[in-house]
C-alpha cells in the first residue's frame, strides 16, 4: 500500500502536536530533576487511580506505561496501513 501525503494542514498540525508534546517532556524534566521519586503528589487523581499514585516513582511507572501501551496501539494501526511489522530489516 502507498503512503500518501499527508495535507499541508495535517503537517502544520502535526507539528504544533509534536512541538507542545516536546514543551511538555522538558517541563516534565525540569520538576524530575529537582523533586525526590519518593515526593508525594501535590494534587490528588481521582479513585481508583488516586491510591496507586503515591509518589514522584509511581507517577512515572504510570506514564512509562501508558506511553508504552498507546505506542503499542500506534504500532498495530501503522502495521494495518502499511503492512510492515516486526522491527525492521536487521
Same mark, same amino acid.
Do not use: K, N
Given at each position: ?29 525540569? /520538576? $524530575?530533576?529537582? #523533586?525526590?521519586?519518593? @515526593? ?6 481521582? %479513585?481508583? =487511580? ?12 504510570? /506514564? $512509562?506505561?501508558? #506511553?508504552?501501551?498507546? @505506542? ?6 501503522? %502495521?494495518? =496501513? ?9
Amino acid at each position: 500500500m502507498a503512503r500518501r501525503p499527508c495535507p499541508p494542514d495535517d503537517t502544520a498540525r502535526a507539528a504544533g502536536g509534536f512541538a507542545f508534546y516536546e514543551d511538555q517532556c522538558r517541563h516534565s524534566d525540569a /520538576v $524530575i530533576a529537582r #523533586t525526590p521519586l519518593s @515526593a508525594p503528589p501535590q494534587g490528588r487523581h481521582p %479513585e481508583p =487511580l488516586g491510591d496507586e499514585l503515591a509518589d514522584l516513582r509511581g507517577i512515572i511507572m504510570h /506514564v $512509562i506505561e501508558e #506511553t508504552a501501551r498507546h @505506542a503499542g496501539h500506534l504500532d498495530i494501526a501503522r %502495521e494495518l =496501513l502499511d503492512g510492515r511489522t516486526g522491527l525492521g530489516p536487521r
